[in-house]
């Protein structure tokens, strides 16, 4: 038998912080769409996986990894089954230093809260 787990959560940032992307400084003054942390566990009865795809510019490797050991905390899934990679999106939040931009820890530590708690709900929901 085959599972699929389905999560998503709200990452979007408060007004007022850096949008990193570009070469100039933007702020954001409103929200368009909403970004999200969206994840889905695969498996079947012998082995499962979990895809945790987040609206970012980029994610820090550190960062990944604090998700990372927080999802196998609650599920005891090994390292090597969470993929987590970033959309890549140019009007994303300051989870990272880039183009001139600094990374917001208090941003950075909801975003790495709400990321993992939704790998989990996907994994338990599978």
């Not at 408060?14 to 933007?26: A, F, K, M, N, V």
């Not at 090994?78 to 300051?94: M, N, S, V, W």
């Amino acid at each position: 038998m085959h599972y699929c787990g389905l999560q998503e959560a709200d990452i979007t940032p408060e007004l007022g912080l850096h949008i990193p992307g570009q070469l100039y400084i933007r702020v954001s003054d409103a929200v368009r769409d909403p970004l999200h942390a969206k994840a889905m566990a695969l498996g079947d009865d012998h082995q499962t996986f979990i895809v945790l795809a987040l609206d970012l510019l980029c994610i820090d490797h550190e960062d990944a990894e604090q998700i990372r050991r927080r999802i196998v905390d609650q599920t005891g899934l090994a390292a090597e089954a969470i993929l987590i990679a970033a959309t890549h999106t140019h009007t994303g939040a300051p989870a990272a230093a880039a183009y001139g931009h600094t990374k917001d820890r208090q941003y950075t530590a909801m975003m790495i809260q709400k990321a993992a708690a939704a790998g989990i709900q996907a994994y338990h929901e599978r």
